[in-house]
């Protein structure tokens, strides 16, 4: 069974500053797909970035960058620059394979960030 | 594309009451999903959709009835409202030929149990 790790329940960083957000995983299987989301107060979520477990090189959008250690089994979400518009809850989630072999997501509890002036 | 859209936004339910959580996307994705989030908890699945007729359940399906009629809709009854169904229900589509397998998020349906 699949299972995402966030240490993180809150994490503070001011303006402008680097944050780093902590996830690891646990599976079994050799391909998997990780993913990070972003809750704001609003509540939708919405994607930022994803990395595939075959995927030579570390994903980025923007101002987000995944930095993916396979051997560690670690997915850690960096986002530069930080903007006040970054505070929100963030969820790691990997891509998990039912027995149907419908593909669904298995999400961490989430790290909340807040981005002070 | 109005993508996945969810109604209503927020709902108050006494306990023993039923209900539909209307659940709709225009993507034409073949992959449907229901996922609840509690408080300092992360999306658990509900029930899932592989294609119109097809159903099974997820991670917390208990208290839960899902149907898919069309590729369109895929809504989510509560039988018998119990205060332990309080809680934020997410929406989700994706595509089976996306190799990434995205999953694209409705706007989320606030339920309470009284």
């Known amino acids: 069974a699949q299972k995402i790790t966030q240490t993180q329940p809150g994490m503070f960083v001011q303006e402008k500053e680097a944050v780093t957000l902590d996830c690891t995983y646990d599976?079994?299987?050799?391909?998997?797909?990780l993913f990070w989301y972003k809750q704001p107060s609003s509540g939708e979520m919405i994607f930022l970035i994803y990395q595939g477990s075959y995927d030579q090189q570390n994903a980025t959008e923007g101002r987000y960058s995944l930095n993916f250690q396979k051997a560690r089994k670690s997915a850690n979400l960096v986002i530069s620059a930080s903007q006040l518009g970054d505070s929100a809850m963030y969820f790691c989630a990997m891509r998990a394979f039912m027995n149907s072999g419908y593909s669904t997501l298995t999400f961490g509890k989430g790290t909340m960030l807040l981005v002070s002036p | 594309n109005a993508g996945v859209t969810q109604t209503p936004k927020f709902q108050v339910l006494k306990t023993g009451q039923s209900m539909t959580l209307q659940c709709a996307q225009d993507m034409n994705h073949e992959y449907m999903s229901w996922y609840r989030q509690d408080p300092g908890m992360g999306l658990r699945l509900i029930h899932y959709?592989?294609?119109?007729?097809?159903?099974d359940q997820g991670e917390v399906p208990n208290g839960y009835n899902v149907s898919r009629s069309t590729t369109e809709d895929f809504p989510l009854r509560l039988l018998s409202a119990a205060p332990s169904q309080t809680s934020v229900y997410f929406c989700?589509?994706?595509?089976?030929?996306?190799?990434?397998?995205?999953?694209?998020f409705g706007p989320g349906t606030r339920l309470t149990v009284t």
């Open positions: 989700a589509s994706s595509h089976r030929q996306d190799s990434s397998y995205e999953q694209y």
């Open positions: 599976t079994s299987d050799p391909s998997y797909g």
């Open positions: 959709s592989v294609g119109a007729g097809i159903t």
